[in-house]
């Protein structure tokens, strides 16, 4: 029996269990341990695909497998996150509800990207992990003390903005450029290369806040190059 057919299961399921961690620490009241689950479930969701691709093992099952453990990790654990920064800021419990519109529109996105045979080379709309990565970042940067200080500081209708726009770019169409590189030429992949030579400098400046800033990163230049190529045809 060859186990190594299971190794990408396998991995699809530590996301979901880091996930699960995630949304525990919550319970906790253990915000700062989110991020790390997140990071690790980030890696699982990465090699999971990879390991698939490499022993040939990709099937319906683990196509859905890999949304449904994404569904909790990506998707309802940023909206308690969400959730839990609203209630940091002095929302009440029925302004924070507005927090789980992420997770709707988590599951919109999935379910859209599970049909939609073009989002091979490029996505439509914001990428769960990135959505994700972007939330789960934002207590960084609103430490800053240029920004607000502290969430405590931050006037609820900021993050209650952030959840509408954020989950409006879940559900969107625009595209965004996705980081595989069939070649490693300068020429065909200038826009990814260039990406992540901002990205290295934003995490040499701004260290842990520059998480969710790569984000806003990513999705600027994926909009300037949508904009800049619609101009030349």
């Avoid at 990465?46 to 497998?65: E, H, N, Q, T």
């Avoid at 954020?166 to 200038?190: M, P, Q």
């Amino acid at each position: 029996m060859n186990l190594l057919r299971y190794l990408p299961n396998t991995l699809t399921c530590l996301n979901l269990v880091c996930g699960c961690l995630g949304l525990l620490a919550l319970w906790r009241n253990e915000p700062g341990l989110v991020e790390y689950y997140m990071w690790a479930a980030c890696i699982f969701d990465f090699f999971d695909g990879f390991a698939a691709r490499l022993l040939k093992v990709s099937s319906p099952i683990g196509k859905d497998l890999d949304s449904l453990a994404d569904m909790v990790t990506f998707g309802v654990l940023p909206s308690f996150f969400m959730y839990w920064m609203l209630q940091q800021t002095g929302a009440s419990d029925t302004i924070a509800y507005a927090a789980f519109l992420l997770v709707v529109c988590s599951a919109l996105r999935l379910a859209v990207f599970n049909n939609d045979a073009t989002q091979s080379d490029s996505f439509r709309g914001v990428p769960t992990p990135a959505n994700t990565l972007f939330i789960i970042g934002l207590p960084h940067i609103l430490s800053l003390d240029f920004v607000g200080g502290g969430l405590a500081n931050v006037p609820t209708v900021v993050l209650i903005a952030i959840t509408v726009i954020f989950s409006l770019l879940l559900v969107s169409r625009f595209e965004l450029f996705a980081l595989k590189f069939k070649s490693f030429g300068w020429a065909d992949n200038k826009l990814r290369y260039s990406f992540l030579i901002l990205a290295g400098i934003l995490l040499l400046i701004f260290k842990q806040a520059a998480i969710s800033l790569i984000i806003l990163l990513y999705i600027g230049l994926s909009l300037g190059s949508s904009v800049f190529s619609r101009s030349r045809s």
